[in-house]
């Protein structure tokens, strides 16, 4: 017999991504819906942007007396049938339970818990493309590192989804080299969810009748945004026939024996984490470059870390906590493995080993891709201009300023004084 007031239906996921690490989070995602029949259908949904891709000659799935395996095939048609993403995770096997859909809205359709895995300068289109075809009540969380920063303001990439979808959003971050996440090397994660009031699970109101009830709708509408203030969006709240989305059951769809989760309700310091720690990455580089030592760069890291703290106060002051950045894995563990071989850290060393700048090594090494820190650095100096705050970060204000050419790497020293 079913106990009254039981949760009667089962959340259903779906990845929007399916890059590497997007196909790394569908798998754990998957692995752990089908384990966990209670909370979640066993099928997740993982949005493929579709293309033409031939099976290399080196890939133990390619078969010449196979047009499948030595023909040029949708993508999609080869995930769903090899259960691998070819192209971007050769060589590791996807759960079964994985669907690649082509169809951006079938994806979507009836899914209650959306994960976000892609480029940031998509977000926008593809927001606009699901707008009214996903689950008025459905919640995301962003695997999308870093904030958006103008020279006005900076925002989260979690607040922008949630803003164009009416729902709300939380972020994942942390020290999660994809491809050893992929091999089940253990790290750990940092989830930042905080529910909505409109998400909690009230007991029946005591009263003559069952509808009796002294709760105010209105106030469980709203929730509280990383600056403070009451979020402009108003949130359909999560019906009673589904299990909460709260912090036990996202640990319960993303935590694995080699990929563990720490929950936090910090949204922004975990965003900021994942941004700031690649302009302290090329500093450190840097250093490396010069061939100072671990000490030298021990001090880069010290230094970026406390800037990275004050930044997440001085400009998210109602919601940021210090202890995002020094004790969870979004934020010390994500900055020491990016001063340790992270994109950021190599392109720069190799700068300053080559005499050259760090956009040529971008260009020379990285197939056509982008680093995100060169970018972050000249977007938050930008920002810190334009509030006359440029001396009281003094890491960051260097970084940029060698990037410019405007320093010298070997003054590092004497500009973070």
Not at 123 to 149: E, M, T
Request: net charge negative; charged share 20%.
């Amino acid at each position: 017999m079913a106990t009254l007031g039981a949760p009667t239906k089962k959340h259903k996921v779906t990845v929007v991504g399916s890059g590497n690490w997007g196909s790394v989070i569908a798998k754990i995602v998957a692995e752990n819906a089908k384990s966990r029949p209670d909370l979640f259908e066993p099928e997740v949904r993982m949005w493929v942007y579709e293309e033409t891709v031939t099976i290399p000659h080196e890939s133990k799935l390619y078969d010449p007396s196979s047009e499948l395996s030595s023909k040029p095939q949708k993508l999609t048609e080869l995930i769903n049938h090899f259960h691998e993403n070819v192209k971007y995770l050769p060589n590791i096997p996807l759960p079964h339970n994985v669907l690649a859909t082509p169809s951006l809205t079938d994806s979507v359709h009836d899914s209650t818990i959306l994960i976000f895995n892609l480029p940031h300068q998509f977000i926008g289109g593809i927001c606009d493309q699901i707008k009214g075809h996903i689950l008025p009540y459905a919640r995301g969380v962003s695997c999308i590192k870093g904030v958006n920063v103008s020279n006005d303001e900076v925002s989260l990439f979690s607040e922008t989804i949630g803003a164009r979808l009416g729902i709300y959003c939380g972020a994942l971050s942390g020290a999660n080299i994809a491809n050893e996440v992929a091999l089940e090397k253990f790290c750990e994660t940092t989830i930042a969810y905080d529910p909505p009031p409109s998400d909690s699970r009230n007991p029946t109101p005591k009263g003559p009748t069952p509808t009796s009830s002294h709760v105010n709708l209105q106030a469980l509408s709203s929730h509280k945004d990383s600056s403070g203030g009451t979020s402009k969006v108003k949130l359909v709240p999560l019906p009673s026939e589904f299990p909460p989305i709260d912090h036990q059951a996202l640990w319960a769809l993303f935590h694995r024996p080699y990929f563990h989760v720490r929950m936090v309700s910090d949204v922004a310091g975990v965003s900021l984490g994942g941004g700031l720690k690649n302009i302290v990455a090329l500093a450190a580089g840097f250093v490396d470059g010069l061939g100072w030592g671990d000490n030298a760069k021990a001090a880069v890291m010290r230094v970026g870390l406390l800037e990275m703290v004050k930044f997440g106060k001085r400009f998210f002051e109602s919601s940021v906590h210090a202890g995002t950045f020094t004790e969870e894995s979004a934020g010390v563990a994500d900055l020491i493995t990016s001063c340790s071989g992270g994109r950021n850290h190599r392109c720069a060393k190799l700068a300053v080993e080559r005499g050259v700048t760090v956009d040529e090594v971008e260009a020379s090494e990285l197939n056509g891709q982008k680093l995100q820190g060169t970018l972050t650095a000249k977007e938050v100096n930008a920002f810190l201009k334009t509030k006359g705050l440029e001396h009281e970060f003094p890491l960051l204000t260097a970084v940029y300023h060698i990037l410019e050419g405007t320093a010298k790497v070997q003054d590092i020293p004497d500009l973070i004084e």
